[in-house]
């Protein structure tokens, strides 16, 4: 096998620093302690925490208050998947990607949308 055959594509980096941060941001952020009082000033964070990683270029994150306030027992609860929509974007040379986090089948599924050259 040459080297052509094993060298990453630079979609391919791009998706992986995609991934990376999707694994910092769920596994930074799970567990957080949320409310409705605190939900946007938490999304923003988030998103303010994660463009800071080198290629990332847009992080959206949107609570979900209403899952929230269901799930709410003691004026709290704590951050899962299951209260998030994500979206995040990131350009690695010349290359973007749009990925995205929503609850599919009771997990929180974490996928590449769109590769733009």
């Given amino acids: ?54 290629h990332c270029v847009d992080v959206s994150v949107d609570i979900l208050e209403d899952r929230l306030d269901a799930a709410i027992d003691h004026g709290y609860t704590e951050l899962t998947g299951e209260f998030m929509e994500v979206e995040i974007v990131v350009d690695y040379e010349g290359t973007e990607v749009v990925t995205s986090m929503a609850m599919e089948e009771g997990y929180p599924l974490m996928r590449v949308e769109e590769v733009r050259r």
């Fill in 1 to 54: 096998m040459d080297d052509a055959d094993t060298t990453p594509t630079i979609g391919e980096r791009a998706c992986f620093e995609a991934g990376v941060k999707f694994g910092t941001l769920y596994h930074q952020f799970a567990g957080t302690p949320v409310s409705p009082d605190n939900a946007a000033s938490l999304e923003r964070a988030i998103e303010e925490s994660i463009e800071n990683q080198p």
